[in-house]
């Protein structure tokens, strides 16, 4: 058993909190009195002195109101008991699969801000349409921090977990969403892994700092290929059983295999980065295997960062 994991190979879960500290700062003007001594006028001062103009007030500035973007707001209150949830499991035909697989991303992440949120398949395109299914803030085998496609005035696009299809009919593609603004709270990342199949390298890009990992790894075959595309770091996990990875973590992924339906006995075919013994060349079950000191490394990226594999 290697590469491919599944429900069985992710049991640790993973709390991830932010918080924001703001400073408030206040200046105060201080002004100052004083008063001159009296004197007796002149002869050449005695005429009456012509009033001095007064000062006039500068009108204030209005302050411009910010230009809005995206879809327009939605306020509708939505029952979501009879939606589906998006998990790992999930397999549902109304999310769509990423269009832009090489298109950059944000540098920040969302959580949902309630026990359960709407998520809608494009307001952009479909304005009005109702909600496809629901998101916990802690949905099976995640982190629940999704990276952030494209921010707007009241939207937000995520990258998601899940599949619209299951191969080798249906579409196993990452899949994407829309969150409304008011239902997500969200925090800055920006930290990413780029992975290259045809360079044989894998970096952690953190700002304008980039750390070369390993240029030593394993990746699918022709037959179970390693998915290409953006995709995220959906969890971190250590799991003893699985005895081939040395008791080193799994750097799990949301993106899953375009080939296989499932993987040892269970319904998903996840891809994850972990350690193994042989891990060089086109051998996996589309899994990226590298050494002890590479996952170690891996292992320091927080879960919720984006993670670009390119051919």
């Not at 910010?66 to 879809?71: D, I, L, T, V």
Request: proline share 11%; charged share 15%; net charge neutral.
């Amino acid at each position: 058993m290697d590469g491919m994991e599944g429900k069985r190979g992710m049991r640790r879960a993973i709390t991830v909190g932010a918080a924001v500290v703001v400073a408030a700062g206040m200046a105060v003007a201080g002004t100052a009195m004083w008063r001159t001594a009296p004197h007796a006028p002149s002869a050449a001062s005695s005429a009456t002195a012509s009033p001095s103009p007064r000062a006039t007030a500068p009108s204030p500035t209005p302050t411009p109101t910010p230009a809005r973007s995206g879809p327009p707001a939605d306020t509708t209150s939505y029952d979501l008991a009879s939606l589906p949830a998006i998990d790992v499991f999930s397999v549902n035909p109304r999310i769509p699969v990423d269009p832009d697989p090489g298109g950059k991303m944000t540098d920040l992440v969302a959580r949902a801000a309630r026990p359960a949120i709407p998520v809608f398949a494009d307001p952009a395109g479909h304005p009005g349409a109702p909600p496809v299914a629901q998101l916990a803030q802690t949905p099976r085998e995640s982190s629940g921090l999704f990276p952030v496609v494209s921010a707007y005035t009241d939207w937000v696009e995520v990258l998601l977990v899940g599949r619209q299809g299951v191969p080798p009919t249906g579409n196993a593609h990452q899949t994407i969403g829309w969150l409304r603004r008011a239902d997500v709270q969200l925090s800055a990342n920006d930290t990413h892994i780029v992975v290259s199949l045809s360079r044989h390298s894998i970096d952690i890009v953190k700002g304008t700092s980039t750390t070369h990992v390993t240029s030593d790894f394993a990746w699918g075959t022709p037959a179970t290929p390693t998915p290409i595309g953006r995709t995220f770091v959906m969890e971190v996990a250590v799991n003893p059983a699985l005895t081939y990875m040395r008791g080193h973590p799994a750097v799990y992924l949301a993106t899953q295999s375009p080939t296989l339906p499932g993987f040892d006995g269970e319904n998903v075919a996840v891809t994850a980065m972990h350690y193994y013994d042989v891990h060089s060349g086109a051998i996996s079950n589309g899994c990226i295997r590298v050494d002890a000191q590479a996952i170690q490394t891996l292992d320091a990226v927080p879960p919720g960062s984006v993670v670009y594999i390119e051919n």
